[in-house]
T-cell receptor, first 111, second 111 residues
Framework: DAKTTQPNSMESNEEEPVHLPCNHSTISGTDYIHWYRQLPSQGPEYVIHGLTSNVNNRMASLAIAEDRKSSTLILHRATLRDAAVYYCILRRDTGRRALTFGSGTRLQVQP | NAGVTQTPKFQVLKTGQSMTLQCAQDMNHNSMYWYRQDPGMGLRLIYYSASEGTTDKGEVPNGYNVSRLNKREFSLRLESAAPSQTSVYFC??????????FGPGTRLTVT
């Protein structure tokens, strides 16, 4: 499976935008880019996913590079509740379509 | 985590004891998954079920068995628990757009 690379940790201030990067240089044409987050002592929570075009939903935006070798999760206004580990995952569009989690980016939000 | 429930929330076992982790969903989806998460790491797939009566091994199936007797429930059994199985166990279901919804987890300690 193609691998993703994320920074181990990032810091942000409350009410400011946050850009979480992800590199996936070996992505294949059938790989969807998924983002999940995990708050302390909770199960992972789906955030957003996309294939080629940028995507927006109520939680975040996903910006995908034209060559698809990188993507950025954008939180428009960080809140304290957004402090979590964010996982960028490539999901192959065949087979069991399971998720392969790396170690993610731990986002700290300062008041 | 609405829609996916897991029991128990916490469990302590002695080496060699057996137990069954229960997962139930009320979202009427076919695909269900069991993952484990060790401290400081991402989730790893134990078993997968595409539909009632079918199961498939994931990345780390050794020491586990599963049962999918109906669409709603997917159980994970440890026949003879080992300290290496100390972990947090998450059940997940797959939605219509291939996103996954996770339960709150079962925290298992094997002494």
């Amino acid at each position: 499976d193609a691998k993703t690379t994320q920074p181990n940790s990032m810091e942000s201030n409350e009410e400011e935008p946050v850009h979480l990067p992800c590199n996936h240089s070996t992505i294949s044409g059938t790989d969807y880019i998924h983002w999940y987050r995990q708050l302390p002592s909770q199960g992972p929570e789906y955030v957003i996913h996309g294939l080629t075009s940028n995507v927006n939903n109520r939680m975040a935006s996903l910006a995908i590079a034209e060559d698809r070798k990188s993507s950025t999760l954008i939180l428009h206004r960080a809140t304290l509740r957004d402090a979590a580990v964010y996982y960028c995952i490539l999901r192959r569009d065949t087979g069991r379509r399971a998720l392969t989690f790396g170690s993610g980016t731990r986002l700290q939000v300062q008041p | 985590n609405a829609g996916v429930t897991q029991t128990p929330k916490f469990q302590v076992l002695k080496t060699g004891q057996s137990m069954t982790l229960q997962c139930a969903q009320d979202m009427n989806h076919n695909s269900m998954y069991w993952y484990r998460q060790d401290p400081g790491m991402g989730l790893r797939l134990i078993y997968y079920s595409a539909s009632e009566g079918t199961t498939d091994k994931g990345e780390v199936p050794n020491g586990y068995n599963v049962s999918r007797l109906n669409k709603r429930e997917f159980s994970l059994r440890l026949e003879s628990a080992a300290p290496s199985q100390t972990s947090v166990y998450f059940c997940a279901i797959r939605g219509q757009s291939y996103e996954q919804y996770f339960g709150p987890g079962t925290r298992l300690t094997v002494t």
